[in-house]
């Protein structure tokens, strides 16, 4: 019981550790609330988190039981595995992070507790039980009772190695990583939060790709049974299924007795590795380019703006997946373009609330409010400019020449930014340094002001069609980011 006690507080600690670096929500009484009661609470938490990965497993699970025979199911189940072991991956090393910053354990180490690292690890290990729930269905679609019990441990086995590399990875490499090294962390942060995010879209193609190829497939496993993940599908052959099981089983669980008792050397604070120049210069940066510069520094090292930095494309990803399908055409390509750019505009309340801490400090430097309200133009628009970029270029791979009439709508990232920077230059009373506070009628405004370039950009082009209604809705775009910023 006491255990149960100690594991709850810790995930309530780490989990508030969570909340706290998103200001949106600090800024809110009722979001914060919400919060407290919901994502720092154990069983509503891993309850939510729980039910959304069943949905996605009941989807597998459907598509294993249409499966026409017993290698096409084991096929299924297998390769979707790598799901599990990438979510506790994932999941073990993002808590572990929060965890070491939150410093929850402190209290806890002058108690008489044996057993403090296995605590910790159990208290982990909570995070991944959506990722168990998640292929419990698949396995039990096998249809076979011996081949469902297979499956459930291959399950037990896949979020094992993920647990125990994740723990390795942080005893060996935790810590704060300055320079080359800490682009490498960025990176993975990012790729870890898009794949999480995208969960659902990396099973729809997944899924795809299993349907349409399963001939071509298959002998590949059967050449390759013995490599993870394609060892589960062996599950029909309980003998040889057993032998692999014990194989990645327990290498691994020797590694996470390991894992155990070099725990408490990472409990026992935060390293430093790397290595940075000590010598430096005093140079004189734009206050623009400054401000954008610092603006990301903060993205990169807090994960509820990089969050937000990446929203644009978590929030269209569904019509890129669309895109994807259709080979990228030149006007929906156009139009989604477009649609991240105004989905950019999320960004707009967290690029002025990172300066909230510091504002004192900010507002005594001799910096214009033009230049302030330009350097968060630039922070608002990178987002979906890179973006938009990819698309124009994944565009030109699939569609040849058609694609370059939409360089031009690559200044839509700089327009809609421009309306958004504007709208909160008229919030400011004076020519001072203002941090906006954003109502919920600022959004409906700013959402209405967003459809006016649509409704001037659509007009030339199902006028005029190809190609000059690109060319002069690609300049209307142009002219107007030119324009609007020259306002600013």
Request: no cysteine; glycine share 6%.
């Given at each position: 019981?006491?255990?149960?006690?100690?594991?709850?507080?810790?995930?309530?600690?780490?989990?508030?550790?969570?909340?706290?670096?998103?200001?949106?929500?600090?800024?809110?009484?009722?979001?914060?609330?919400?919060?407290?009661?919901?994502?720092?609470?154990?069983?509503?938490?891993?309850?939510?988190?729980?039910?959304?990965?069943?949905?996605?497993?009941?989807?597998?699970?459907?598509?294993?039981?249409?499966?026409?025979?017993?290698?096409?199911?084991?096929?299924?189940?297998s390769s979707y595995l790598i799901i599990p072991f990438i979510l506790t991956l994932y999941s073990t090393a993002l808590a572990t992070a929060y965890l070491l910053s939150s410093k929850a354990v402190e209290p806890l180490k002058p108690l008489p507790l044996r057993n403090l690292n296995f605590i910790v690890s159990l208290t982990l290990l909570v995070e991944n039980l959506p990722a168990l729930v998640f292929l419990i269905p698949a396995s039990l679609a096998l249809g076979n009772p011996i081949a469902s019990l297979l499956g459930i441990l291959w399950i037990f086995s896949a979020i094992l190695m993920g647990h125990s590399l994740a723990l390795f990875l942080q005893i060996?490499?935790?810590?704060?990583?300055?320079?080359?090294?800490?682009?490498?962390?960025?990176?993975?942060?990012?790729?870890?939060?898009?794949?999480?995010?995208?969960?659902?879209?990396?099973?729809?193609?997944?899924?795809?790709?299993?349907?349409?190829?399963?001939?071509?497939?298959?002998?590949?496993?059967?050449?390759?049974?013995?490599?993870?993940?394609?060892?589960?599908?062996?599950?029909?052959?309980?003998?040889?299924?057993?032998?692999?099981?014990?194989?990645?089983?327990?290498?691994?669980?020797?590694?996470?007795?390991?894992?155990?008792?070099?725990?408490?050397?990472?409990?026992?604070?935060?390293?430093?590795?790397?290595?940075?120049?000590?010598?430096y210069e005093l140079t004189v940066t734009n206050p623009i380019i400054a401000i954008f510069r610092k603006d990301y520094r903060i993205v990169f090292r807090k994960n509820p703006y990089l969050g937000t930095f990446l929203s644009p494309?978590?929030?269209s990803i569904y019509f890129i997946y669309n895109l994807a399908k259709e080979g990228f055409p030149a006007m929906m390509t156009l139009f989604s373009i477009m649609g991240i750019s105004v989905l950019g505009l999320v960004m707009l309340d967290p690029a002025f609330a990172m300066d909230r801490e510091a504002f004192a400090f900010l507002s005594s430097l001799p910096i214009k409010r033009r230049e302030y309200l330009?350097?968060?133009?630039?922070?608002?628009?990178?987002?979906?400019?890179?973006?938009?970029?990819?698309?124009?270029?994944?565009?030109?791979?699939?569609?040849?020449?058609?694609?370059?009439f939409l360089i031009p709508f690559l200044a839509s990232p700089f327009l809609y930014s421009s309306i958004g920077i504007l709208y909160v230059k008229?919030?400011?009373?004076?020519?001072?340094?203002?941090?906006?506070?954003?109502?919920?009628?600022?959004?409906?405004?700013?959402?209405?002001?967003?459809?006016?370039?649509?409704?001037?950009?659509?007009?030339?082009?199902?006028?005029?069609?190809?190609?000059?209604?690109?060319?002069?809705?690609?300049?209307?775009?142009?002219?107007?980011?030119?324009?609007?910023?020259?306002?600013?």
């Open positions: 019981m006491m255990m149960w006690e100690i594991i709850k507080t810790i995930y309530r600690e780490v989990h508030f550790s969570m909340i706290k670096e998103n200001p949106s929500i600090m800024n809110d009484p009722k979001k914060l609330k919400s919060s407290l009661k919901h994502s720092a609470n154990i069983k509503w938490g891993v309850f939510l988190q729980s039910i959304s990965y069943l949905f996605f497993g009941l989807m597998i699970a459907i598509s294993i039981l249409y499966s026409e025979d017993e290698l096409q199911k084991a096929i299924f189940f060996k490499f935790s810590g704060v990583h300055v320079g080359k090294r800490s682009v490498i962390k960025t990176l993975a942060k990012v790729t870890g939060f898009l794949l999480i995010a995208g969960i659902y879209f990396v099973i729809q193609a997944l899924m795809r790709v299993l349907e349409k190829n399963i001939e071509i497939i298959a002998p590949i496993f059967r050449k390759y049974f013995v490599a993870f993940p394609f060892a589960a599908s062996t599950v029909y052959e309980p003998s040889k299924s057993l032998v692999l099981l014990a194989v990645y089983t327990f290498p691994f669980l020797a590694l996470y007795f390991y894992d155990l008792k070099k725990l408490g050397e990472v409990l026992g604070g935060i390293k430093t590795y790397g290595r940075v120049t000590t010598k494309l978590l929030m330009l350097g968060k133009m630039l922070t608002v628009s990178l987002s979906p400019l890179t973006f938009s970029t990819i698309l124009v270029l994944l565009s030109y791979a699939f569609n040849g020449i058609e694609a370059l008229h919030k400011m009373k004076d020519d001072r340094i203002e941090l906006p506070v954003f109502k919920f009628y600022d959004g409906i405004v700013i959402l209405a002001l967003s459809i006016v370039p649509f409704v001037i950009v659509a007009i030339p082009i199902f006028l005029l069609g190809i190609p000059k209604g690109y060319l002069v809705s690609g300049a209307v775009v142009l002219l107007g980011a030119l324009i609007l910023s020259k306002l600013i």
